[in-house]
């Protein structure tokens, strides 16, 4: 009967200290759902699981290296998609402008980028 009994004990113990470790979980996310409210911006961390097999985004079509490139393409404009308004915007190319090798920039360097 004593067996009996401290199964009965410990089993009790068992579902009181779930029920309160449950409790306090709860409890816990609730207050750090409430401390954050949704916000629009920020930053989004991301992993790649792969090696780029160069940096060469008019060459490669791999995840791997289009991802971390992206950002230096396109970054004279920011299009919110929300509101967009469809304008057309014209941009002048600063004359003398040379790439590395001494090639002059032209609008079709640019549209290719």
Not at 89 to 107: C, M, N
């Amino acid at each position: 009967m004593a067996a009996g009994i401290r199964r009965s004990r410990t089993l009790v113990t068992v579902v009181a200290l779930t029920v309160l470790f449950g409790s306090m979980v709860v409890a816990t996310q609730a207050m750090g759902q409430a401390a954050e409210t949704p916000r629009r911006g920020g930053v989004l961390l991301a992993v790649i699981g792969a090696d780029a097999p160069s940096l060469d985004a008019h060459q490669e079509t791999t995840f791997a290296t289009l991802h971390p490139v992206a950002p230096l393409y396109s970054t004279l404009l920011q299009i919110d998609p929300y509101s967009y308004d469809g304008l057309t915007y014209t941009f002048k190319i600063r004359q003398g402008i040379r790439f590395h090798d001494g090639s002059t920039l032209t609008a079709a360097d640019v549209k290719a980028t």
